[in-house]
Structure formats: structure tokens, C-alpha cells
Nanobody
Framework: QLQVVESGGGLVQPGGSLRLSCAAS????????IGWFRQAPGKEREGVSC????????NYADSVKGRFTISRDNAKKTVYLQMNSLKPEDTAVYYC????????????????????WGQGTQVTVSS
């Protein structure tokens, strides 16, 4: 069974950091782009970042550029989202998703393109 599982969420003060993990189960990440998405209360889910299967391409939402970094460790079948300088508006449920790609140096932040989704992990930024 192919699935991804997020972890690493929690409560953090403004200006703090968290690292989210997205672990793949039942498949290897070598041929998959990974996207991170989030949904804040009362808002639609939005794209945060994505990483191509080759790790050669990354994309970030304007709201997180310079603060968040996406990376992957294929040996551990895990993708990370390092979140620094967190703001209250980053509060949301964060989801990772996997997309089988035949182009290794490409990723998209289009939700409907992704095949496998995790259950999400809550990130709360509050003092």
C-alpha cells in the first residue's frame, strides 16, 4: 500500500522553527515529486512548496520564500520541510503529497496533480 505520513508538527512561538517530515511507505521516492500543502482554519488548502524527484527543482509560495526549505533523503524515503521564522499566519494543517513524475527535474504545486496524500500534521504558531 502506497502512502505518505507526515510528522513533526506542534506548537511553536512566533520566530521559532519546526521541521516537518514526510515519510514514504510502500514505494521509493526516486521517481516522485513531493509537494507540501497547508490548510488554515476557514481557508482553502494552498501549495507551500514542492521538490522534483531529482531534487534539482524546488518551488515555494511567495509567503514562505526565504523562510522554508524543502529537501529529501531518498535513502530514508523521507522529505523534509524546514520552517524558520514562523509567523502566526503559518498556523495550519500541513500535508505532504507524492506525484509520480516522468520528468525528473520538475515539480508542480497543483493539488489535483498529486496521487498520494498524507493525513496532515498540525502546526500552530502562537505566543
Amino acid at each position: 500500500q502506497l502512502q505518505v505520513v507526515e510528522s513533526g508538527g506542534g506548537l511553536v512561538q512566533p520566530g521559532g522553527s519546526l521541521r516537518l517530515s514526510c515519510a514514504a511507505s510502500g514505494f521509493t521516492l526516486d521517481y516522485y515529486a513531493i509537494g507540501w500543502f497547508r490548510q488554515a482554519p476557514g481557508k482553502e488548502r494552498e501549495g507551500v512548496s514542492c521538490l522534483s524527484s531529482s531534487s534539482g527543482t524546488t518551488n515555494y509560495a511567495d509567503s514562505v520564500k526565504g523562510r522554508f526549505t524543502i529537501s529529501r533523503d531518498n535513502a530514508k524515503k523521507t522529505v523534509y520541510l524546514q520552517m524558520n521564522s514562523l509567523k502566526p499566519e503559518d498556523t495550519a494543517v500541513y500535508y505532504c503529497a507524492a506525484l509520480r513524475m516522468f520528468v525528473s527535474n520538475m515539480c508542480v504545486m497543483t493539488q489535483t496533480a498529486y496521487n498520494y496524500w498524507g493525513q496532515g500534521t498540525q502546526v500552530t504558531v502562537s505566543s
